[in-house]
C-alpha cells in the first residue's frame, strides 16, 4: 500500500511563495506519473499539475499555468510543487495523488490517480 505524506503549506501574503512536497514510502513511485490537485471550502477537488513518471513531461491547469512548477526526485521518492505569484484564490487544501501509469498524455483528471495523501493547508491572504 503506498502511502502518500505532503507538507510544506502554510499561510502566505498574495504574491509570495510556496514550496509543497509529497513523500512516497511505496516501491512504484519511480515508474507513475504523480499528480496536485486542491480542494476550496465548499469546491470540488480540481485538478493542478501533473508529471510524468521520468520528470520529463508536465501539464498543468490554466489557473496556474506560469507561476506554479512540478517538479520529482525519483531518487528521493518525492514530488514537489513550487508555487510563485500566489494569489488569494489559489487558498485551497492541497493533495498529491499517485497515477495509474507511467505517462500524462492520456489523463483526463481525478480518475487517473489511485492513491491520494491527507493534504497540506495553502491559505493566502490579501
Known amino acids: 500500500q503506498v502511502q502518500l505524506v505532503e507538507s510544506g503549506g502554510g499561510l502566505v501574503q498574495a504574491g509570495g511563495s510556496l514550496r509543497l512536497s509529497c513523500a512516497s514510502s511505496?516501491?512504484?513511485?519511480?515508474?507513475?506519473?504523480m499528480g496536485w490537485f486542491r480542494q476550496a471550502p465548499g469546491k470540488e477537488r480540481q485538478f493542478v499539475a501533473a508529471?510524468?513518471?521520468?520528470?520529463?513531461?508536465?501539464y498543468y491547469a490554466d489557473s496556474v499555468k506560469g507561476r506554479f512548477t512540478i517538479s520529482r526526485d525519483n531518487a528521493k521518492n518525492t514530488v514537489y510543487l513550487q508555487m510563485d505569484s500566489l494569489k488569494p484564490e489559489d487558498t485551497a487544501v492541497y493533495y498529491c495523488?499517485?497515477?495509474?501509469?507511467?505517462?500524462?498524455?492520456?489523463?483526463?483528471?481525478?480518475?487517473?490517480?489511485?492513491?491520494w495523501g491527507q493534504g497540506t493547508q495553502v491559505t493566502v491572504s490579501s
Open positions: 495523488a499517485l497515477g495509474l501509469r507511467p505517462d500524462i498524455a492520456t489523463m483526463t483528471g481525478k480518475p487517473d490517480f489511485n492513491s
Open positions: 508529471i510524468n513518471w521520468s520528470g520529463l513531461s508536465t
Open positions: 511505496g516501491r512504484t513511485f519511480s515508474n507513475k506519473a
